[in-house]
């Protein structure tokens, strides 16, 4: 089989920074650069159905907050997103409120009561937190340059616009045969949208939802659910004062400091949902723009990292070409 | 010599959760535990000198902002440092104000203006980013358990309080003997404070400061000169509100939002510097610290990460008995 280690430094080698034709020499690419040079077919179009959209009450100088969050496409935590999908179409986050703000961690929100009763049918699902994904090793597609990642935490590499982890050591049987199927799991990037829950064998109902703003919190992985990520807002959700209560929820006495939510609404129930699209993580593009991210050789940096990690790689989105 | 890869997984093997004695077997050790159940003799005191105390404008709330950096020590970053110093001691930064916030990147501050005058002296130095440190290969101190953690950058380990990365194929010479030095260079983890610089061979000259405030940015490491790293009030850098101008920086429309700096002042010139300390990162509860870490074993977590980055084990700091 192909080593692992061969596997993992693949996108090193791919000569993309040689090949890179819309810049002269003596200007290195910069991840800004590769995105704006992808071609139209290298973007992907976000489902409206995928989308969940949140507005929050306007800030202080009266600017309005959305943010916007892409759901976790099948097979990974589905039961949670439907869960999501049923509080969004009932309206059921609509007066609740930013409850936990903890400092490099996470931005909480939900009903600060806890006593809103949830429709029927939102219940946490027993199900769980990683799913079957291609094996890497398996790929035939020459077309698919998805680049693989090795950190701290395994591999990692890229699937439907999101990052996924997986275990090396599941991607061969015994005798060393590639078994097609590797078991993958969602990760906690800044900006993932996971589901809160309390003590195990509770999984939460998505009702309590947070986001990463701070650093990576990998040790999440496996543990909670990741629904989502967010595209769009995401300042609004991490620019927000800490709580000083414990974990960062805001005590009775900060009960102004919790932002309330107006609305959160799937795409297909908006008059004019956000025209969204991602980079295709299986593009050369997006090789190219993994291999710039570990190897800076324009004029601002003299010593390239010689490698980046999964949550290091954000993937690229912006608005379609209709709404620009 | 020992193999690479048994070194990096040296705080894996560490038997420190099979002899945690302080707690009965029901329950597990988390991080906090670890911290809490130290020794006195394992905490070390942050020297008064090493401290930069920063006391921003009270919020719109009226609560007073000071956030304290603990500056790197030797052999790191030096000239910077100096330059540092000498700026605190004029008080220089007393009236300028933060400038920049850029989400998941910086907060940056300094004169708005970039005209006033620099201390006679104050230059960008002609100095490295990186420095001499023991090889941890060749140390001999039984009683030293740093660990040394392997991720997508290369490898890491701590030192005087600071995380700090290396390169793991200048551990030994050709003819495989191991060097008693290597070269290492502090990181770029969130709440790292860096010289902002222009395009090189500008080094910065320290006026212009930046703390990271959202994921870390490795790609930063030996390209911007690191000088410290905040260890009290994070969250009066990390929670303002974001630019809309260029790179985060708070354009002349939004003038309002540039928190004023009252002063900036070095430990022994304050009536009343704060006593911090920080845990060893030699002693057995680090290791011990860094194993629960890549390790979460408690009641929340079901499936622990195997594996922790450098960055995901901040330097435990708290304030000295006397102080607390």
Redesign the interface.
């Known amino acids: 089989m192909k080593p692992l280690l061969a596997l993992a430094a693949t996108f090193l080698a791919l000569p993309a920074l040689a090949q890179d034709a819309e810049k002269p020499a003596t200007e290195p690419p910069t991840p800004a650069s590769v995105i704006a040079a992808a071609a139209p077919r290298e973007w992907i179009a976000i489902a409206r159905e995928d989308l969940l959209v949140m507005d929050l009450a306007p800030?202080?100088r009266g600017k309005a907050r959305r943010v916007v969050i892409q759901l976790m496409p099948p097979p990974f935590s589905q039961p949670w997103v439907a869960n999501v999908r049923t509080l969004a179409a009932v309206h059921w986050w609509d007066g609740t409120s930013v409850n936990r703000?903890q400092?490099?961690y996470v931005t909480q929100w939900g009903d600060a009561t806890e006593a809103k009763p949830l429709p029927a049918g939102v219940t946490a699902p027993r199900s769980p937190?990683s799913a079957e994904l291609p094996n890497p090793a398996a790929r035939n597609d020459p077309a698919d340059r998805t680049p693989d990642?090795?950190?701290?935490?395994?591999l990692g590499y890229f699937a439907k616009g999101f990052p996924f982890a997986f275990d090396p050591g599941r991607m061969q049987d015994p005798s060393g045969r590639i078994l097609p199927q590797v078991t993958a799991w969602p990760v906690h990037?800044?900006?993932a949208v996971g589901v809160g829950r309390n003590?195990?064998p509770d999984t939460g109902t998505g009702a309590e939802l947070y986001a990463i703003?701070?650093?990576?919190?990998?040790?999440m992985?496996?543990?909670l659910a990741v629904v989502g990520r967010v595209i769009e807002g995401?300042?609004h959700l991490?620019?927000?004062?800490?709580g000083s209560g414990e974990l960062g929820f805001y005590t009775d006495e900060e009960a102004a400091l919790r932002v309330p939510i107006l609305s959160v609404r799937l795409g297909p129930d908006m008059a004019e949902p956000p025209a969204l699209e991602y980079l295709d993580t299986a593009s050369e593009s997006f090789a190219r723009y993994v291999a710039v991210?570990a190897n800076?050789k324009d004029?601002?940096?003299?010593?390239?990292?010689?490698?980046?990690?999964?949550?290091?790689v954000p993937v690229p989105v912006r608005r379609s070409a209709a709404a620009r």
Do not use: K, W
């Open positions: 800030d202080t703000v400092d490099n937190y990642l090795s950190d701290a935490y395994g990037c800044h900006g003590v195990a703003i701070g650093q990576p919190q990998r040790h992985d496996r543990n995401m300042e991490s620019a927000l004062p800490r991210r800076r004029a601002f940096y003299t010593v390239p990292a010689g490698g980046v990690d999964l949550c290091s």
